[in-house]
């Protein structure tokens, strides 16, 4: 089975490293972990950017599943990027993983960055919008989307001290993986 390795671990100082990492973790499990930095891209190139989004279609595509890192990336949210393909994926009916080392809700979440508070029956945010509270780690699309399709949210009891590096509930979707393809 080959695993599209979805999440912001590319924009580590360290990317190339933690790539390496999920690959080596998915081997052991006997799969193939396909990580976007694997892509031969001119970074030079006037089309640089549309040369990646190009080679990580290609690659979903070339993929069975997605095992996608939605840890809270510049916010409290998934990284916009990682959420693309997480529903790219789940459009083409694949299998469909991912983790968060953030267990906090949504909505606890988005208090660390800006006032919340409940006003009629709702919560909302320092602009006055409201704010989606369902108890959920993230978005409900992301979460419906990963359990009608693949596996629900992975999320440690507590969070990490290092989120980045901290790679076991990344291992617990690849053994998630790993006895799909055992049971078919």
């Not at 409940?118 to 704010?131: F, I, K, S, W, Y």
């Amino acid at each position: 089975m080959k695993i599209y390795l979805a999440g912001p671990d590319v924009f580590l100082p360290d990317a190339v490293e933690i790539g390496r990492r999920k690959a080596a973790i998915c081997t052991a499990h006997g799969l193939t972990g396909l990580y976007p930095l694997d892509n031969a891209i001119d970074l030079t190139a006037s089309d640089a950017s549309r040369q990646i989004f190009c080679g990580n279609e290609a690659m979903m595509d070339g993929a069975d599943a997605i095992i996608a890192n939605l840890t809270p990336f510049r916010g409290a949210g998934a990284d916009p990027g990682t959420v693309y393909e997480l529903g790219y994926m789940a459009g083409r009916r694949k299998f469909c993983l991912a983790y968060c080392n953030d267990p906090a809700t949504y909505a606890d979440r988005l208090g660390r960055f800006m006032a919340v508070t409940p006003e009629d029956g709702r919560l909302v945010d320092a602009q006055g919008l409201t704010v989606e509270d369902f108890g959920l780690v993230d978005n409900l699309m992301m979460i419906h989307a990963l359990e009608l399709h693949g596996c629900p949210l992975v999320t440690p009891a507590q969070m990490p001290v290092d989120v980045w590096h901290d790679l076991a509930a990344f291992e617990a979707c690849v053994r998630m993986a790993a006895a799909r393809l055992i049971a078919t």
